[in-house]
T-cell receptor
Framework: KAGVTQTPRYLIKTRGQQVTLSCSPISGHRSVSWYQQTPGQGLQFLFEYFSETQRNKGNFPGRFSGRQFSNSRSEMNVSTLELGDSALYLC?????????????FGQGTRLTVV | QQQVKQSPQSLIVQKGGISIINCAYENTAFDYFPWYQQFPGKGPALLIAIRPDVSEKKEGRFTISFNKSAKQFSLHIMDSQPGDSATYFCAASSETGNQFYFGTGTSLTVIP
């Protein structure tokens, strides 16, 4: 069974640009969550999608957005990039919604903003 | 406010020794407590998880101890090996919630 696939693995963007990251969950999983990981703040919740609907959103500015497609694949978008957006962005896949179910992470996308 | 507090920040253990990482939480609505292992350049990998209806869960060399009254849980790695050197994160979530709250991580180094 294939794991969670995130693309691309690495990105370098210039301040002010926008970026789109992609996540393909484990086959059959319907919930996709996104987290930002930085050395200073650790793992912070961005948002969760289930059946193409955003169910919950973390404390991030509106520049961070996402969506989920009918095949459960998800994308997150960051507009007007800032230097502080440099981080490892992780996608987690779960069979069902709700925090009480097992979540499996992808390898992440390392975003560097210069 | 940190929902889950993790300690220690770093840990050095001799090969064959026991590694112990502790976490504490405040929200009594939390009812699922996983531990993740992360190697450099990789995403966190689910290691073991526990629900509050049991006080201990063991999988191979990894054991979670859970103390509901103290709102604490810990990861014990028995017979620690150099290959266990990684960063470990505890986390907590609730059945009705949609997110995990992670501890700040423990960097474990196992010396041969």
């Amino acid at each position: 069974k294939a794991g969670v696939t995130q693309t691309p693995r690495y990105l370098i963007k210039t301040r002010g640009q926008q970026v789109t990251l992609s996540c393909s969950p484990i086959s059959g999983h319907r919930s996709v969550s996104w987290y930002q990981q930085t050395p200073g703040q650790g793992l912070q919740f961005l948002f969760e999608y289930f059946s193409e609907t955003q169910r919950n959103k973390g404390n991030f500015p509106g520049r961070f957005s996402g969506r989920q497609f009918s095949n459960s694949r998800s994308e997150m978008n960051v507009s007007t990039l800032e230097l502080g957006d440099s981080a490892l962005y992780l996608c987690a896949s779960s069979f069902d919604r709700g925090g009480g179910t097992e979540a499996f992470f992808g390898q992440g996308t390392r975003l560097t903003v210069v | 406010q940190q929902q889950v507090k993790q300690s220690p920040q770093s840990l050095i253990v001799q090969k064959g020794g026991i590694s112990i990482i502790n976490c504490a939480y405040e929200n009594t609505a939390f009812d699922y407590f996983p531990w993740y292992q992360q190697f450099p350049g990789k995403g966190p990998a689910l290691l073991i998880a526990i629900r509050p209806d049991v006080s201990e869960k063991k999988e191979g060399r990894f054991t979670i101890s859970f103390n509901k009254s103290a709102k604490q849980f810990s990861l014990h790695i028995m017979d620690s090996q150099p290959g266990d050197s990684a960063t470990y994160f505890c986390a907590a979530s609730s059945e009705t919630g949609n997110q995990f709250y992670f501890g700040t991580g423990t960097s474990l180094t196992v010396i041969p």
